[in-house]
């Protein structure tokens, strides 16, 4: 997943550059797709990075920084007190902690935990080189 700045509206602005017309629409289509599972698993992958990589170049050329965040359980984790369950998620929409009864928007809390590891990674990335 990918997470940009505060200036993304800016980024996501500006007026698209080698993108054909019609190709956001290709990520709903292929989505849409009726396809076999091995097929749809290949097809199915390719617009989201091509995707990431448009929003790296934007932010490229703006000068916003982009920081790949590994999205794995983001929506089962609990930001409050660090509890990762799969019945954290009682349906798609909802998240619901079962240790400290943190609930909300799913997407929301997931949110939050990508924005979190965003901030570790930026510490991470851009602390002083301890060799040097």
């Given at each position: 997943?990918?997470?940009v700045?505060?200036?993304?509206?800016?980024?996501?602005?500006l007026?698209?550059?080698?993108?054909?017309p019609?190709?956001?629409?290709?990520?709903?289509?292929?989505?849409?797709?009726?396809?076999?599972e091995?097929v749809?698993?290949?097809?199915s992958s390719?617009?989201?990075?091509?995707?990431g990589?448009y929003?790296?170049?934007?932010?490229?050329?703006?000068?916003v920084?982009?920081?790949?965040?590994?999205?794995h359980?983001?929506?089962?984790?609990?930001?409050?007190?660090?509890h990762t369950?799969?019945?954290?998620?009682?349906n798609r929409?909802?998240?619901?902690c079962?240790?400290c009864g943190?609930?909300?928007?799913?997407?929301?809390?997931a949110?939050?935990?990508?924005?979190?590891?965003?901030?570790?990674?930026?510490?991470?990335v851009n602390?002083?080189?301890p060799?040097?």
């Amino acid at each position: 997943m990918l997470l940009v700045s505060d200036q993304a509206r800016v980024v996501l602005d500006l007026p698209p550059v080698g993108l054909r017309p019609g190709d956001p629409a290709e990520l709903l289509a292929i989505r849409a797709a009726d396809l076999d599972e091995a097929v749809a698993a290949t097809q199915s992958s390719w617009p989201f990075a091509q995707l990431g990589d448009y929003i790296a170049y934007k932010a490229q050329r703006v000068g916003v920084p982009v920081i790949e965040v590994d999205a794995h359980y983001t929506s089962q984790h609990c930001p409050l007190c660090g509890h990762t369950e799969r019945a954290n998620r009682p349906n798609r929409d909802f998240f619901s902690c079962r240790r400290c009864g943190l609930a909300g928007p799913a997407d929301v809390v997931a949110g939050v935990n990508v924005r979190g590891r965003a901030r570790s990674a930026w510490v991470f990335v851009n602390m002083p080189d301890p060799t040097g």
